[in-house]
Structure formats: C-alpha cells, structure tokens
C-alpha cells in the first residue's frame, strides 16, 4: 500500500520560510518522479514543483521560481519543499504527488497525470 505522508506546514507571516517534507512508502521511490502541488477553496490543484527520480532536474511553476526549491533524499524516501520569501498567496493546502518516472518533468503538470497523493498539509501566509 501506497503512502505518501506531508509534515511541515503551518502559520509564518510575510517574508517567513517553511519546509515541507513527504515521506513515502510502499514504492520504489527513485522509480518516480515527485511533485508538489497546491489547492486554494474551491479550486483545482496547481502545479507548483516537480523533481525527477534522481533529484538532478526540477521543474517550477512561474510563481514560485526563485522562492522554493524542491528536493529529493532517495535514501530516506523523502521529497522536501523549501519555500521562501512566503506571501499571502501562496496560502493554500500543499499535496505531495508521485507519478512513474519515464516522463519529462516539464510535460508532467496537471494533477491528472499523478497516481499517488499525500493527505496535504495548510500552509498559512499571514499579512
């Protein structure tokens, strides 16, 4: 059984920095290619930050280039999302997501196209 389990979300103000972790179990992790994506109320999920199985390519949406950086530890089968310079925009619910590796990660953006999810944890950007 697939699990894939997000920590690390919270409350910071403007400017603050959070790191997310996903730790996953059930699959041969560096046979996937990891993801992080973000829900706002009553919208679809966006792409936010894709790695590819070794950790070596990355891929970002517009937005958040520059501020976060996506990781991989395939030793502990854990992805990371450092996100800095917070705004009040980026507060939504992110998801941790796996798809099979095999694929450009620039071609693998929509939620559709992943086939593991975590739970999600809230980010919260206050003003």
């Known amino acids: 059984q697939v699990q894939l389990v997000e920590s690390g979300g919270g409350l910071v103000h403007t400017g603050g920095s959070l790191r997310l972790s996903c730790a996953a179990s059930?699959?041969?992790?560096?046979?996937?290619?990891m993801a992080w994506f973000r829900q706002f109320p009553g919208k679809e999920r966006e792409f936010v930050a894709a790695t590819d199985w070794s950790g070596s390519r990355t891929h970002y949406r517009d937005s958040t280039k520059g501020r976060f950086t996506i990781s991989r530890d395939n030793a502990k089968n854990t992805v990371y999302l450092q996100m800095n310079s917070l705004k009040p925009e980026d507060t939504a619910v992110h998801y941790c997501?796996?798809?099979?590796?095999?694929?450009?990660?620039?071609?693998?953006?929509?939620?559709?196209?992943?086939?593991?999810w975590g739970q999600g944890t809230q980010v919260t950007v206050s003003s």
């Open positions: 059930g699959l041969t992790f560096n046979n996937y290619i």
């Open positions: 997501a796996a798809q099979v590796a095999g694929w450009r990660i620039e071609t693998v953006t929509q939620a559709t196209e992943y086939k593991y």
